[in-house]
């Protein structure tokens, strides 16, 4: 077993882990956070992605003794402390970015990583591409798109130029 | 998964050593391809040697030679100044494996020492000549490449680096499965001081492999018409459900065109 410290959501939190204890797993089964899911063994359906150290991961693909140390952000992170949700999360209910939902903490996860590495607008190819790693199969992707578009302009405070790339 | 010892050690020859001293143990780099064989249990490794600590990340120009060190992840390849100036068709290649999340953490030491048949670098590396610098040597890239998931490295040798010669200009071109991004073909073009180089993954059926007919027709006239008669025999491609030996033949030559034109 190894003793492993890490920042989830802000907190510090410390575990004791086997090697080969997935970071999901570590985040699911140890710290109750259920909201990451797992829908595949393929490493394909990006159900699992959460933030680690600022960038979107597959987390059924990494290790927790692999995230010793880092800043982690599940989709239980996002909402201010007094409910009011986080405009990725907003802007899915505003656009009927989701269907049976399960798929969906992926999604905004993934969509937050594709806003904030794109300060200078992000197109719906973009979008379209940095959602290769995330598949639904409930929506048809459309909603999706809209809604990720639709959290730009809020997450960057700003209008979204027109024709970026 | 069955269990095993995590060792993460800071320095290269620690590595090395931790490798050494047990058979049974395994390098652990981005893990995308390494974590979901051991889900699967297809490996059953005593220890995992994380090479996370190794300091091996980093791109750099070494006079007429473009040097990526074995832990630099495909996103950075990708989004690198330095390989889009020297080398674009890398950066291109680079930014299209996988997915956005695979790219963040798979890495071109990790997709080298795996050789996965479908996967986009072999033929990078094939095609430029590159050299894979490891903890004890320097392999060309034509004694690298050994078959299917098979290369020169032994059980307890790291590739350090790789160093890709800069040609006069390249590009690739790859047919992507839909589902898992992987090459079914992928071609790599190159015009070098050598002459034309084309290497084909994804299709043969044992592994990355040069195409000297291409490679002929391109010296003489380096465009995408001098390959329009150029056959790629169907007993060298890998058939399976995703595409036959027929479809990938044809698909090495549409994909070879579109990387000739392609060219910068
Ligand atoms: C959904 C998905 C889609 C993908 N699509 C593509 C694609 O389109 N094109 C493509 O090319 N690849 C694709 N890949 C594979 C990806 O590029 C992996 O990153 C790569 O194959 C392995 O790199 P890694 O750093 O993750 O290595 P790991 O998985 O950590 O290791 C792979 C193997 O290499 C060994 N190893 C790792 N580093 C070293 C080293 N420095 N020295 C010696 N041995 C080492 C390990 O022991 C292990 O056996 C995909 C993977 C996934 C999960
Ligand atoms: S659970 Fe499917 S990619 Fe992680
Ligand atoms: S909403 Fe059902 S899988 Fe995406």
Do not use: F
């Given at each position: 077993m190894a003793q492993i410290n890490l920042t989830v959501n802000g907190k510090?939190?410390?575990a004791e882990v086997e090697s080969r204890t997935l970071l999901v797993e570590l985040l699911r089964d140890q710290l109750h956070l259920t909201g990451t899911h797992v829908g595949c063994d393929t490493s394909q359906c990006g159900a699992c992605v959460v933030s680690v150290d600022g960038k979107s991961v597959k987390s059924c693909t990494m290790l927790a003794v692999q995230a010793e140390g880092a800043q982690v952000i599940t989709i239980e992170g996002l909402a201010a402390a007094d409910g009011t949700l986080h405009p990725m999360q907003e802007m899915f209910r505003e656009h009927h970015g989701l269907q049976c939902g399960f798929c969906t903490p992926?999604?905004?996860?993934?969509?937050?990583?594709?806003?904030?590495?794109?300060p200078d607008g992000l197109t719906e190819q973009q979008i379209r591409e940095g959602l290769e790693g995330n598949i639904c199969r409930c929506t048809g992707y459309h909603n999706?798109?809209?809604?990720?578009?639709?959290a730009w302009p809020l997450m960057h405070d700003k209008q979204m130029p027109q024709a970026a790339e | 998964m069955y269990d095993f010892e995590y060792h993460k050690p800071g320095a290269i020859d620690d590595a090395v050593k931790a490798l050494g001293a047990d058979a049974e143990a395994k390098a652990l780099a981005g893990g995308m391809t390494f974590i979901p064989v051991?889900?699967?249990?297809l490996a059953k490794p005593s220890a995992v040697v994380d090479l996370a600590g190794l300091g091996l990340t980093g791109i750099r120009r070494e006079g007429n030679a473009l040097v990526i060190k074995a832990m630099t992840t495909h996103r950075e390849v990708a989004m690198s100044s330095e390989v889009a100036s020297a080398i674009p068709a890398l950066a291109e290649l680079a930014s299209n494996i996988g997915d956005r999340q695979v790219r963040y953490r798979g890495t071109i030491g990790g997709s080298l020492a795996n050789n996965d048949p479908s996967a986009c670098y072999p033929s990078a590396v094939l095609a430029l000549g590159a050299t894979i610098v490891t903890s004890r040597r320097r392999i060309a890239a034509a004694d690298y490449f050994q078959g299917m998931f098979t290369t020169?490295?032994?059980?307890?040798?790291?590739?350090?680096?790789?160093s890709f010669p800069i040609p006069e200009k390249a590009a690739y071109a790859k047919f992507p499965n839909p589902a898992s991004r992987y090459a079914m073909v992928g071609v790599f073009v190159a015009k070098t001081a050598a002459g034309a180089r084309v290497a084909v993954t994804g299709a043969g059926n044992d592994g990355v492999f040069r195409h000297a007919a291409m490679e002929a027709a391109l010296d003489q006239s380096f465009t995408a018409d001098a390959l329009k008669d150029v056959t790629t025999p169907e007993s060298l491609m890998n058939g399976d459900i995703h595409a036959g030996t027929a479809y990938r033949a044809h698909l090495v030559g549409v994909m070879a065109r579109r990387a000739v034109m392609a060219c910068k």
């Open positions: 510090a939190a410390h992926g999604m905004v996860m993934s969509g937050i990583d594709l806003v904030e590495s794109h999706i798109v809209k809604a990720i578009a639709a | 051991l889900k699967q249990r020169a490295l032994e059980p307890d040798e790291l590739i350090t680096e790789v």
